[in-house]
């Protein structure tokens, strides 16, 4: 049976949130450079590097998550075009990020597969210490420990 691992708002963070962002930003930057706000000169070359360079993190964030199922020994990853069977055994290592929302999991593997070496994928939101691990992370150790053993 399988199991959904990644967050169920993997799909708005990845195909909705960026581009909503981006074209409300760039009417905001278009009004600073035409609009009401023209003419204040340093503020504007701000507001558009703020711009260029939000949406460039934006588009390399989302480019990078997937859906991840587990099912069996297995992960489903999912990038919403392609999808990979990856046993258990090809994951080295598990890590998130801790001061980070939405909260980041990555799987790196022992050998690149079609979606690359490192999976990233949003956990289940909820409401966790900084401190400590996100119960999936320590799950996904757990399984993968004795799925090698």
Not at 25 to 54: D, H, M, N, P, R
Not at 59 to 79: A, E, N, T
Not at 118 to 125: H, K, N, Q
Request: with cysteine.
């Amino acid at each position: 049976m399988e199991k959904l691992l990644s967050s169920k708002l993997t799909y708005f963070y990845k195909w909705i949130f960026p581009p909503v962002w981006i074209i409300t930003f760039s009417f905001i930057t278009y009004s600073f450079w035409t609009g009401t706000c023209a003419g204040y000169g340093v503020t504007k070359w701000l507001v558009l590097a703020f711009f260029i360079g939000c949406s460039l993190y934006l588009l390399w964030f989302s480019s990078r998550l997937k859906k991840v199922k587990l099912l069996g020994k297995h992960l489903i990853v999912s990038d919403y075009r392609t999808e990979e069977l990856i046993p258990l055994s090809q994951i080295e290592e598990v890590k998130e990020t801790r001061l980070w929302n939405p909260k980041l999991i990555k799987l790196n593997l022992k050998r690149p597969g079609k979606i690359g070496n490192e999976i990233v994928f949003i956990a289940p939101l909820g409401f966790y210490p900084v401190w400590s691990d996100h119960p999936l992370v320590e799950n996904l150790r757990n399984i993968i420990k004795n799925n090698q053993s």
